[in-house]
T-cell receptor
Framework: EAGVTQFPSHSVIEKGQTVTLRCDPI?????LYWYRRVMGKEIKFLLH????????ESGMPNNRFLAERTGGTYSTLKVQPAELEDSGVYFC??????????????FGEGSWLTVV | SQQGEEDPQALSIQEGENATMNCSYK?????LQWYRQNSGRGLVHLIL?????REKHSGRLRVTLDTSKKSSSLLITASRAADTASYFC??????????FGSGTRLLVRP
């Protein structure tokens, strides 16, 4: 079974440009999450989808970030315009169901973004 | 802050030795998960322990959870060079959201 896949794995863009990151969750996982780690700091939650609906986007840093999950399958995270402080690794993750006792959340390899 | 904090920040041991990493958190949790990240790679899920559990094992891994002390530990027995990585605890405060600690960098010397 394929895991969470992300594309691109690495991206170098200039300040002011746009970058779109894509995530394909594990098949059958309704829950999809985006996290990021910037400048060697902690890995931080960005947002959570259940199918195509945004359940929680409290971690999105500002309106330069837009996440979508049309059709409830893959998701994209667009950064427009990119700033230097956006450099870091963006992780996508998915899980099957929610529940109250927690479910294993599986992460992808990450998309490593460098803004120059 | 609800973040977990790992201790130590860095650990260097000889192959074959055991490695113990600790994680503390601040509020009540539903579950706690440990992840490994090899340099430049993604997060690999190691083990999940629920708030009503005290200990779990998976291969050479042993995780304990003490909710009264709001702490967890990850023990890797008979370490190997391939265990060299950063290890993160992540606490689940709801059914979906994880709060990560800053991680422990483990170096296992051959």
């Amino acid at each position: 079974e394929a895991g969470v896949t992300q594309f691109p794995s690495h991206s170098v863009i200039e300040k002011g440009q746009t970058v779109t990151l894509r995530c394909d969750p594990i098949s059958g996982h309704d829950n999809l999450y985006w996290y990021r780690r910037v400048m060697g700091k902690e890995i931080k939650f960005l947002l959570h989808f259940v199918k195509e609906s945004k359940q929680d986007e409290s971690g999105m840093p500002n309106n330069r970030f837009l996440a979508e999950r049309t059709g409830g399958t893959y998701s994209t995270l667009k950064v427009q315009p990119a700033e230097l402080e956006d450099s870091g690794v963006y992780f996508c993750a998915s899980s099957q169901g929610q529940g109250t006792t927690g479910n294993t959340i599986y992460f992808g390899e990450g998309s490593w973004l460098t803004v120059v | 802050s609800q973040q977990g904090e790992e201790d130590p920040q860095a650990l260097s041991i000889q192959e074959g030795e055991n490695a113990t990493m600790n994680c503390s958190y601040k509020t009540s949790i539903n579950n706690l998960q440990w992840y490994r990240q090899n340099s430049g790679r993604g997060l690999v899920h190691l083990i999940l322990i629920r708030s009503n559990e005290r200990e779990k094992h998976s291969g050479r891994l042993r995780v304990t959870l003490d909710t009264s002390k709001k702490s967890s530990s990850l023990l890797i027995t008979a370490s190997r060079a391939a265990d060299t990585a950063s290890y993160f605890c992540a606490t689940g405060y709801s059914s979906y959201k994880l709060i990560f600690g800053s991680g422990t960098r483990l170096l296992v010397r051959p």
